[in-house]
């Protein structure tokens, strides 16, 4: 199947009043609208609303999944905020800052929402392009370039499976050496703790004739 565009008769109708009225509405909307992405497989929305909601107040959140893998590939969130001054401050905090979000081993990136983000969108007044779709059979003038089209797509598909297979392994090996990092700081802290609590710290003050503050 290939897509066709052909120009509405001239007979067309002019759009309404609603038609404007709800495409306006919808730029209103993608104004004050960010799209958060490598945001963690095991975010929530309670999660989101408690990480956005210090830029302000969170209207709606919606989680789109990776199409090439739902489960394991980090998500994108579309958030939209109360008015584009809040959505505009949170973009601009979160590409300044580093901003986790539930201990992603990278931080999450954010940038402002755009209207072809949206697969739900009203079509746009005065638009006179119709798309339709049509059926191609071997022979036809189109057959040959739809089916480069179509050999090109699932060599797009394989490179796009493999950078995701490399990408989830980069980021497995960044996790565990943070683990591991942790765990030697968290030791660290520990044996600070038991010299301070066993008194190690002032026998070894009063031996070096150092002042300990905790004395």
């Known amino acids: 199947m290939a897509p066709s565009a052909e120009p509405s008769s001239s007979e067309k109708k002019p759009p309404s009043s609603n038609a404007f009225s709800e495409y306006q509405k919808f730029e209103e909307k993608v104004k004050r609208s960010l799209l958060l992405e490598d945001v963690t497989p095991q975010v929530t929305v309670p999660m989101i609303q408690t990480a956005l909601g ?117 980021e497995e090996k960044l996790a565990q050496e943070q683990e591991e990092k942790l765990k030697e700081n968290i030791k660290k802290l520990d044996e600070i703790h038991n010299c301070i609590k066993e008194k190690i710290i002032h026998r070894l003050s009063r031996y070096y004739g150092l002042k300990f503050e905790g004395e």
């Open 54 to 170: 210090q830029f302000g107040t969170v209207i709606s959140i919606d989680i789109l999944n990776n199409p090439l893998d739902s489960k394991f590939a980090a998500k994108r969130v579309m958030v939209e905020m109360k008015n584009p001054r809040e959505a505009a401050h949170a973009v601009k905090e979160i590409q300044e800052r580093p901003f986790m979000i539930k201990g992603v081993p990278r931080p999450v990136r954010a940038i402002a929402a755009v209207t072809t983000m949206f697969p739900d969108r009203p079509q746009k007044p005065n638009n006179n392009t119709k798309r339709t779709c049509e059926w191609v059979k071997p022979g036809d003038p189109g057959w040959d370039k739809c089916n480069e089209f179509k050999q090109l797509a699932k060599r797009h598909a394989q490179e796009a499976a493999y950078l995701m297979e490399a990408i989830r392994k980069e």
